[in-house]
């Protein structure tokens, strides 16, 4: 039994905060009250905040938790959902990350493969891990282990196909699909594709979150199309790390509120999630046009190799770019490393060359594999989408060799410390509930989120005044500070800001 005594306790929910100790016993919350003589391992919680496990549903740590990565439970994560932006580990054939650019974020060893979401949760469960997992079945993933690397609509046996493995993943506890939509192969789905996939998720009780096909000049063609598949299917709709990239862009964050805001009054489920830094992380391949990735990574590196098609290629390029080469900053390369931390104009400068022409040249001598943290958000925008009610806060972090952006180490730190006490954008009661309650419900996470006689002992103590984080974007491997405690399922998995090592995290499969 332990007893967490004298502490702030901000419940999830909202409400003002209270003070009382709260009594775990084995994996569960078991009373909240006044206890001055019970029999247990007493914590002193003077001056610090107890609030639920920090539920990140926007992780990507679908290989970080197989390997032990402790980036997430630092920050007070106990809790995370991967297979976002439509790549899941499963259903996966060998070799998966030479079949396309995009699956080179899960670096794995090339004989590696996971049939279903049953062989995911059995490796999860077997290796151990520091945080809760559940995970959505990736619809890009889906389709290449269908399809292969084709553009095109799938045919009725890839289909029939399709939706079987999809139903039986869902049956074992995926829970839901996510799509990623601006990169092949989840790309080359159509909303009739789509329609169908969402249709089977919604069934079974999942949702549908989606990483648009555009967040720059079709940015709302591309929310309507997300809150078209859940008026038609009926199935909630989660809008994945929602924002407006590029300065051409960043009018329209009030006009895609406004949308998501009548959709939710015509009876849409929608909500969305959000992560708390203006620049974001993706791979080069991603300014890409589609056309010039069908096939794979080969394919690729053959059509920059042809003067002609690369031509087309930059051509296509410059016009859907919404930011200049000076926002985009390499973070990582295995060619000329030395590049890493500089950006694209910078080295353009350097080589005497133009922008574009530097990107493609990157893409070539790194066999199409260039990361790259690109600034196009303005902070006007991140204040009206994480104030949001609708919103929850994520890392979308996710661990590379390198500089990795900042949000894989700090993201919560950032929220709390930078957004919360310091710039005061919403109060620390909503904060908590935007990082735990609201999160676990949409996700269905259940018995968790919250502080609550009868829930999961998911717990982080952390001092209000104390709480953030020195990791920046060129120094992002940084621990954080104030976070003193966290609990998962009942065991300390940080104690006193350091590290058990007994790794009690669990697969949460939706039942
Ligand atoms: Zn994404």
Not at 130 to 150: H, P, W
Not at 166 to 179: H, Y
Request: glycine share 8%; charged share 25%; net charge negative.
């Amino acid at each position: 039994m332990k007893i967490l005594k004298n502490g702030t306790i901000i419940d999830g929910s909202g409400k003002t905060r209270t003070k009382a100790d709260i009594l775990l016993e084995g994996q569960k919350i078991t009373d909240i009250g006044n206890f001055p003589s019970v029999d247990a391992e007493e914590i002193d919680c003077t001056n610090l905040c107890i609030i639920p496990g920090i539920v990140d549903i926007h992780s990507h740590s679908d290989l970080e938790s197989l390997q032990h990565r402790s980036e997430k439970i630092k920050q007070g994560v106990t809790s995370e959902v991967v297979g976002n932006c439509g790549f899941s580990l499963f259903p996966s054939k060998p070799n998966l990350k030479n079949m396309l650019p995009a699956f080179e974020i899960f670096d794995t060893d090339p004989t590696q493969k996971w049939d279903d979401a049953d062989a995911y949760f059995s490796d999860l469960d077997s290796k151990k891990s520091y945080t809760n997992i559940a995970s959505l079945t990736g619809q890009g993933t889906l389709r290449a282990f269908v399809k292969g690397a084709k553009s095109g609509a799938m045919d009725p046996q890839e289909t029939i196909n399709a939706c079987k493995i999809l139903a039986k993943c869902l049956e074992q506890g995926s829970v839901g699909i996510s799509t990623g939509l601006n990169e092949v192969p989840s790309a080359y789905a159509d909303l009739e594709e789509l329609i169908t996939l969402a249709e089977i998720v919604h069934e079974k009780g999942g949702l549908y979150t989606s990483h648009l096909r555009d967040y720059k000049f079709r940015f709302l063609e591309a929310v309507e199309e997300a809150l078209e598949i859940g008026r038609r299917t009926g199935i909630p709709v989660q809008l994945s790390h929602l924002q407006a990239v590029g300065q051409k862009n960043w009018h329209k964050i009030d006009l895609v509120l406004e949308l998501i805001e009548k959709a939710e009054l015509e009876g849409v489920d929608v909500e969305m999630d959000a992560y708390p830094y203006l620049a974001g992380s993706c791979k080069l391949t991603q300014s890409l046009p589609g056309w010039s990735l069908e096939g794979g990574t080969a394919e690729l590196i053959r059509r920059l190799n042809n003067p002609q098609i690369r031509k087309r290629i930059a051509e296509d390029t410059e016009e859907d770019r919404s930011n200049t080469w000076k926002d985009v900053v390499v973070s990582n390369v295995s060619m000329e490393r030395e590049m890493i931390g500089k950006n694209i104009q910078e080295i353009a400068d350097i080589c005497g060359q133009d922008g574009i022409q530097t990107a493609l040249d990157l893409l070539l001598k790194n066999n199409g594999s260039v990361h790259v943290v690109s600034f196009n958000q303005s902070e006007d925008n991140l204040k009206k989408v994480l104030t949001h009610p609708l919103t929850s806060i994520i890392t979308d972090g996710l661990h590379h060799e390198g500089i990795p952006h900042p949000r894989t180490f700090g993201t919560y730190p950032t929220f709390f410390g930078e957004y919360v006490r310091e710039k005061k954008w919403m109060t620390l009661e909503e904060a908590v509930r935007k990082t735990t309650a609201l999160p676990a419900q949409r996700f269905k996470l259940e018995k968790r989120g919250m502080i609550k006689v009868g829930y999961w002992a998911d717990i982080l103590i952390f001092s209000p005044e104390e709480i953030g984080t020195e990791s920046n974007y060129m120094k992002p491997d940084v621990p954080p500070v104030g976070i003193n405690h966290v609990i998962v399922n009942g065991e300390w998995e940080l104690f006193e800001g350091s590290l058990t090592g007994k790794q009690t995290g669990i697969a949460l499969k939706n039942s």
